[in-house]
């Protein structure tokens, strides 16, 4: 049986029809981990930063309807990341490729209030109303959304641009929830990766200064490793299908150290005493 472990993790390697967010490893040969008690730390996590705010199949609020003074027509936004200004100017060349003008609807996001500000002109209105979820990204309420917006409209709510994302977690189920608490809950998680403010598309490597060790499930063999991302509230954290990679040291705990440490010197305590016999 091994004194220490070396966990290198690749979503590459995950099972078929797993996602790079939440994937299974499992090994050729089982870990033989034996009756000791374990532990772990997360060493490394290599990522891209890919998560979405706005996408049709993850999130239902990739669209909504525009009323150019004549005849309604839909605009659907790539799935993506998108500040204010970016989704202003996709809404905008879609505006213009349907051959109306695109200066007559404008999102404009205020620093000072956290709101976002929309304004039409000319007859144009917005229906942010279609059933899609996106006036909860920009800020709008129901009782906003209720009939087309027209004029100078302000959100009734804070622009919401990254979903209510505060945390992103780590979790894996090797984690003996008696030793990694989510407030007062027993969790899997292993780490939070802070990396918010990197900008979209960057390459993402979370190294840990120092480990911070975490007790393992007791199991005599370890034949697999789910890892998977989520926010603070618990939702999937996708980063489609961009590769993941964890590297995690396992070594049996403390506790079971001082115990074998204990059994050591009996042992030689006790064979002193009988050589003395």
Same mark, same amino acid.
């Given at each position: 049986?091994?004194?220490?472990?070396?966990?290198?993790?690749?979503?590459?390697?995950?099972?078929?029809?797993?996602?790079?967010?939440?994937?299974?490893?499992?090994?050729? @040969?089982?870990?033989?981990?034996?009756?000791?008690?374990?532990?772990?730390?997360?060493?490394?996590?290599?990522?891209?930063?890919?998560?979405?705010?706005?996408?049709?199949?993850?999130?239902?609020?990739?669209?909504? @309807?525009?009323?150019? =003074?004549?005849?309604?027509?839909?605009?659907?936004?790539?799935?993506?990341?998108?500040?204010?200004? +970016?989704?202003?100017?996709?809404?905008?060349? *879609?505006?213009?490729?349907?051959?109306?003008?695109?200066?007559?609807?404008?999102?404009?996001?205020?620093?000072?209030?956290?709101?976002?500000?929309?304004?039409?002109?000319? =007859?144009?209105?917005?229906?942010?109303?279609?059933?899609?979820?996106?006036?909860?990204?920009?800020?709008?309420?129901?009782? +906003?959304?209720?009939?087309?917006?027209?004029?100078?409209?302000?959100?009734?709510?804070?622009?919401?641009?990254?979903?209510?994302?505060?945390?992103?977690?780590?979790?894996?189920?090797?984690?003996?929830?008696?030793? @990694?608490?989510?407030?007062?809950?027993?969790?899997?998680?292993?780490?939070?990766?802070?990396?918010?403010?990197?900008?979209?598309?960057?390459?993402?490597?979370?190294?840990?200064?120092?480990?911070?060790?975490?007790?393992?499930?007791? +199991?005599?063999?370890?034949?697999?490793?789910?890892?998977?991302?989520?926010?603070?509230? =618990?939702?999937?954290?996708?980063?489609?299908?961009?590769?993941?990679?964890?590297?995690?040291?396992?070594?049996?705990?403390?506790?079971?150290?001082?115990?074998?440490?204990?059994?050591?010197?009996?042992?030689?305590?006790?064979? *002193?005493? *009988?050589?003395?016999?």
């Amino acid at each position: 049986m091994a004194q220490s472990i070396l966990l290198n993790l690749s979503s590459d390697n995950r099972l078929p029809g797993e996602s790079t967010d939440d994937f299974t490893i499992k090994f050729n @040969s089982p870990i033989n981990l034996g009756d000791n008690l374990w532990e772990m730390s997360i060493v490394s996590a290599n990522l891209w930063n890919s998560n979405p705010n706005i996408s049709g199949p993850l999130y239902n609020n990739d669209y909504f @309807s525009y009323f150019n =003074g004549a005849v309604n027509k839909v605009i659907t936004i790539p799935e993506g990341i998108y500040n204010v200004a +970016q989704f202003n100017a996709e809404v905008q060349r *879609q505006i213009a490729a349907n051959g109306d003008i695109a200066a007559n609807i404008v999102f404009a996001a205020n620093p000072s209030t956290l709101r976002v500000e929309l304004t039409t002109l000319a =007859g144009y209105t917005v229906n942010l109303g279609t059933g899609s979820l996106l006036y909860e990204l920009l800020g709008f309420s129901l009782a +906003q959304i209720a009939a087309p917006l027209g004029g100078f409209v302000v959100g009734a709510l804070r622009a919401n641009i990254n979903r209510g994302i505060n945390n992103i977690y780590l979790r894996s189920d090797l984690i003996d929830p008696a030793g @990694s608490y989510d407030s007062k809950i027993g969790s899997d998680i292993l780490t939070d990766l802070s990396f918010q403010g990197r900008p979209p598309g960057s390459s993402i490597f979370a190294e840990k200064k120092y480990q911070m060790w975490i007790p393992v499930k007791r +199991q005599q063999y370890l034949t697999s490793v789910r890892i998977r991302m989520t926010d603070q509230l =618990g939702r999937q954290y996708s980063i489609r299908n961009e590769p993941l990679n964890v590297q995690i040291y396992m070594r049996p705990s403390k506790q079971e150290r001082n115990r074998k440490l204990f059994e050591n010197f009996a042992t030689g305590i006790k064979g *002193q005493i *009988q050589n003395l016999q």
